[in-house]
């Protein structure tokens, strides 16, 4: 029956009882309509409120499971076996693994409850601080370390700071540099980070495989490469950049008496800089000091222990290493009479030293077992200079001014083994190097490197026709096993490592193995005698021919940079005669 079917009844056209016939029907339906609404109506709220007691009811259970389950879990734990060591053999686990990874007590600390009380309660899992910042970054990471490290544990302290944004030489409205670390991921990373360190090289940024382990700071931290406010010379973040060192150093310089090692390196100059002034005093335990720059700083003269007046007292009884890069410092401080093993100086262009007060203080540490001296002036010496004997001495650097020279035609070194001259060329530096073996009673050398320079450094030293004019001193270095050189000819240098000739009687450097060239020019036949000398010393099958019963070692490492163009088919060649080869082209070739 359709809904309208009610209707055939009425007449048509409507008459007026119809009409009212019509309109009482239609107040008694709509009247059913509202009915049947109130009905769905309550009928519908009777069903949410049935929905919501059981989703309550749910949501009850699933609070219970979770409870059951956190408990499930403690009580898991709780019979592990794990549970059941001893602390003290807790304890000895977390110190072995301190000996292997010094700033693992974030880490446990990090675990449980029970592993966080017993971290704390070591001081010397905190005793070793391996921290890399910004100046930006609150200074309480430090202050933290040092309460958890206690006030008796020697410290061994080793800090980068990374400095961000610009100097306080530079304008305040250029965009802030983004960092080129490949492990931080702007625009907010953290800033600490918790790095490894061999103790004694010299590398200012930490490698790109520094774990993170180090927290966030609760405050304090920059959005990297986006620009600074308009006026940031009064704002908080300004105010951070210019106070950081002064608060870090503070808190240092309190536990000074408990460095047993203190290691503080940063890229460029910052604005509280100045606070490395304060660093004064007795480190009577303190065995290795270093404060590295990666630029040279402009700073004046500054009061502190490298520049301390002669006659002042200090305890460095311990010192045993030293390490000073482009940082003021004074050749008659104290520091430089601790009869050092280890003393590494790149001096300011501002400090002119003459060559004898340089000798004073290599003089002032006969048992030296490594020096490097880099000193980009060098005046004449004042006083004669007097030969130096240092039987302990293994490894020599020097670098810079041409003068530097001088100092190694003064040296005996009886035990030397690296060899490493990076100085202006002026004179043929082979004579130096023959004269200073020759005095030194010909010791066997295993290193050698001639105006390589450094992996950071942007220039060699150049001289007329080379630094090196012949390579026959090579043919005494039976011992030699590594082998740099830059900047000097390639042919000579090349020939004289190759097949011997008439005249020579032996192989020149039988047992080397690692050869290393940068910015040689070559000329056409360089890449021949190239081939000619892998060809000589790594034959395709057997050994290579012996020459009054020696065979020479076939070469393991080859690299050259910026020499020549050899052509990916002499590459290819050579790698299949070497077992490593690492090759870059000329940069004129690149462009």
């Known amino acids: 029956m359709t809904p309208f079917a009610y209707l055939a009844d009425y007449p048509e056209p409507p008459t007026d009882a119809a009409v009212a016939d019509a309109r009482r029907e239609l107040q008694v339906q709509q009247e059913q309509l509202l009915a049947l609404s109130e009905k769905i109506t309550s009928e519908e709220d009777a069903l949410a409120q049935i929905v919501s007691d059981r989703k309550r009811d749910i949501r009850d259970l699933r609070h219970e499971k979770s409870v059951l389950e956190k408990r499930v879990s403690y ?121 490894p360190h061999p103790p004694g090289t010299a590398i200012l940024l930490p490698p790109a495989h520094t774990p993170i382990i180090v927290p966030q700071s609760p405050s304090h931290h920059d959005s990297w490469g986006s620009p600074p406010p308009p006026s940031s010379r009064n704002t908080p973040q300004a105010q951070r950049n210019a106070h950081w060192g002064h608060i870090a150093i503070f808190y240092l310089i309190e536990q000074m008496h408990r460095w047993e090692r203190f290691v503080f390196r940063f890229d460029r100059q910052f604005p509280s800089m100045s606070a490395l002034k304060s660093i004064a005093g007795d480190a009577p335990m303190l065995r290795e000091f270093e404060i590295s720059c990666a630029e040279t700083i402009y700073a004046s003269e500054w009061p502190w222990i490298p520049s301390s007046s002669p006659t002042t007292s ?86 810079g001014h041409y003068h530097m020279t001088q100092l190694a035609d003064s040296l005996v070194l009886p035990a030397l083994d690296a060899l490493n001259l990076d100085v202006e060329a002026r004179d043929p530096i082979e004579d130096t190097i023959t004269n200073l073996l020759q005095r030194s009673n010909n010791p066997p050398i295993t290193r050698l490197s001639v105006s390589y320079g450094s992996s950071s450094s942007s220039t060699l030293y150049y001289g007329p026709g080379g630094i090196v004019i012949s390579w026959g001193f090579l043919t005494d270095l ?114």
Not at 138 to 163: C, F, H, M, N, Q
Not at 371 to 387: C, D, G, N, R, Y
């Open 314 to 399: 200090m305890a460095l009884g311990n010192l045993k290493s030293l390490m000073l890069h482009h940082v003021p410092f004074k050749w008659s401080s104290p520091i430089f009479k601790t009869n050092l093993r280890s003393l590494n100086l790149r001096s300011l262009p501002s400090n002119h030293l003459p060559l004898d007060r340089i000798m004073h203080v290599i003089a002032s540490n006969p048992e030296l077992e490594s020096l490097t001296l880099h000193f980009a002036v060098a005046l004449q010496a004042i006083l004669p200079l007097v030969q130096t004997s240092l039987p302990r001495l293994r490894e020599l650097t020097f670098g």
């Open 478 to 591: 039976n011992h030699l096993q590594s082998l740099n050189i830059g900047g000097t000819p390639l042919e000579p240098f090349l020939t004289a490592l190759g097949m011997p000739d008439e005249e020579q009687t032996h192989w020149a450097c039988p047992n080397l193995t690692t050869v290393a060239m940068k910015s040689c020019h070559a000329h056409s036949d360089g890449i021949v005698k190239l081939v000619q000398l892998v060809e000589a010393r790594n034959p395709e099958t057997g050994s290579a021919t012996m020459v009054n019963g020696v065979v020479p070692t076939r070469l393991q490492h080859l690299e050259l940079y910026d020499c020549a163009t050899l052509g990916q088919d002499v590459i290819e060649w050579l790698k299949k005669r070497v077992d490593e080869v690492v090759c870059t082209e000329p940069s004129y070739v690149r462009s």
């Open 75 to 195: 009580t898991k734990a709780y019979i592990s076996p794990i549970r059941r060591l001893p602390h003290e053999l807790l304890r000895y686990i977390f110190l072995f693994k301190f000996d292997d990874h010094p700033c693992c007590a974030w880490v446990l600390a990090a675990v449980c409850t029970l592993w966080r009380r017993l971290a704390l309660s070591m001081p010397r899992l905190w005793s070793k601080i391996r921290l890399v910042t910004h100046q930006s970054a609150t200074a309480d990471t430090i202050r933290l370390w040092l309460e958890r490290s206690g006030d008796k544990v020697p410290l061994d302290i080793e800090i980068y700071l990374r400095v961000t944004g610009l100097s306080n030489e530079g304008s305040s409205n250029r965009t802030r540099p983004v960092s080129p670390t490949p492990w931080l991921h702007p625009p907010s990373p953290p800033p600490h980070y918790v790095i």
